[in-house]
C-alpha cells in the first residue's frame, strides 16, 4: 500500500486516540507546571502507562521548562515517542527455514482473533503463500463455522476437530496435514481465555506443546490479541500469556473504537513485546502492519 494509504487508515483508526493529543491547539501557552500536567493526563488517558508517560514528561521539563509551546516541542514529543517505539520492525513475522512457518493466535475472549487470522491469511495469500487454518477452537462449535467461512473467503484449507474435541488433537492434525500439502503458512486458532483460568492456560500450553513435538523449531510466531479497549488490563494479560506460552508479538485490535490507543507504548515499554499488526476496523484490509512512524505521526495528525 502507497505510504499516504497507509497514513490515511492509521489516522483513521486512530481518529479517538488522537483527539487526546490537539498539541498544535497548546501553542503559544507557557509550558509551566499546569502545562506539563495536562500533557501528563492526555498521556495516562491513551493508556501510554505510568513509566513511559513519567519519563515522557521529564524530557520534556528538561527542555522547555518556561518557555513557550510550538513546534519544536510537538517535534521532540514525537521524535521522543518514535524512540520508544523504535525497534520495532513493521509486521514482521519470523519465517521457518523450512516449511511451514507456524503461527499460533491467543488471547481473552472475545479479543479479536479468529477475524485477525482471516485478515492476516487473506494478506499473507495476497503476498502470494499458501496457507492452512487450525481450528482449535472446539469449545464452540459457531467457532469453527466462522473461521470456516473464513477460510473459504480466502481460499484456504481448514483442518477442524468435532465439537468439544481436544484441542491439542486438532493442532495435531493440523500440524500433520500443513507437512503433507507442503504450505507455507499453519495459523492456529485457539478458544478464548481468561489470563486467570488456569486449566484453561494449560490447555493452551498443551496445543503448544505438541505444535512444537510436530514441527521442530515452532510456533515461529505466538501472537497475542489484545483489544485495545482493554488498556492496561492488556498488561496483566500480556504477562500471563507471555509467562505460559512465550508470546513473540502482539496484535492489538479495535483501535479505531478507544482513545487508548498509547497502549502500544505501554506493551512494548514494559513487555518488551512488539506490536507487529494494529487491526483498525472489521473489515478484511483493516489490519494493518505496525510501524512506528506512521502511528506517532497519526496521533498527532
Ligand atoms: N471495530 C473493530 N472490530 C473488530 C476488530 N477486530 C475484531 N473486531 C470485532 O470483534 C468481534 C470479535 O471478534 P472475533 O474475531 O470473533 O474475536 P475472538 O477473539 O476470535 O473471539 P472468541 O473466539 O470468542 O474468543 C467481532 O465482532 C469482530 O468484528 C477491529 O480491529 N476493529
Ligand atoms: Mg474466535
Redesign the pocket.
Known amino acids: 500500500m502507497a505510504i499516504s494509504g497507509l497514513l490515511e487508515r492509521f489516522k483513521k483508526?486512530l481518529a479517538r486516540t488522537a483527539k487526546l493529543f490537539d498539541v498544535r491547539s497548546w501553542f503559544g501557552s507557557k509550558v509551566d507546571q499546569e502545562f506539563l500536567e495536562r500533557l501528563e493526563s492526555r498521556l495516562i488517558q491513551a493508556d501510554v502507562g505510568v513509566a513511559a508517560t513519567g519519563r515522557l514528561i521529564e524530557r520534556v521539563k528538561e527542555r522547555f521548562a518556561d518557555r513557550t509551546a510550538d513546534e519544536e516541542l510537538l517535534t521532540f514529543l514525537k521524535s521522543e515517542l518514535k524512540a520508544l517505539l523504535v525497534d520495532i520492525r513493521p509486521g514482521s513475522l519470523a519465517v521457518a527455514s523450512k516449511k511451514p512457518s507456524v503461527y499460533l493466535i491467543a488471547?481473552?475472549?472475545?479479543?479479536?482473533?479468529?477475524?485477525?487470522?482471516?485478515?492476516l491469511a487473506q494478506r499473507l495469500k495476497d503476498e502470494g503463500r499458501t496457507i492452512l487454518l487450525g481450528a482449535c477452537?472446539t469449545?464452540?462449535a459457531a467457532?469453527a463455522d466462522?473461521l470456516a467461512i473464513w477460510a473459504d473467503r480466502a481460499g484456504c484449507e481448514i483442518v477442524r476437530g468435532a465439537p468439544g474435541a481436544d484441542p491439542a488433537s486438532v493442532a495435531h492434525d493440523a500440524c500433520q496435514r500443513a507437512l503433507a500439502r507442503g504450505v507455507d503458512v499453519l495459523i492456529v486458532?485457539?478458544?478464548?481465555?481468561l489470563h486467570t483460568q488456569g486449566h484453561l492456560m494449560r490447555e493452551l500450553e498443551k496445543i503448544r506443546g505438541v505444535i512444537h513435538r510436530m514441527i521442530p523449531g515452532s510456533p515461529h510466531e505466538v501472537l497475542l490479541?489484545i483489544?485495545?479497549t482493554n488498556g492496561q488490563n492488556a498488561i496483566r494479560q500480556a504477562e500471563v500469556f507471555t509467562k505460559s506460552i512465550g508470546c513473540t508479538g502482539v496484535i492489538l485490535?479495535?483501535?479505531?473504537?478507544t482513545a487508548k490507543g498509547g497502549v502500544v507504548v505501554a506493551v512494548r515499554q514494559s513487555m518488551n513485546l512488539p506490536v507487529k499488526f494494529?487491526?483498525?476496523?472489521?473489515g478484511l484490509d483493516?489490519?494493518q502492519p505496525f510501524d512506528a512512524e506512521t502511528f506517532v505521526e497519526s496521533l498527532f495528525a
Request: zero cysteines.
Open positions: 483508526g488471547g481473552v475472549n472475545g479479543s479479536g482473533k479468529t477475524t485477525s487470522i482471516a485478515k477452537d469449545f464452540r467457532a466462522q486458532d485457539t478458544a478464548g481465555r490479541v483489544d485495545a485490535t479495535k483501535l479505531d473504537g494494529i487491526g483498525v476496523g472489521e483493516d489490519l
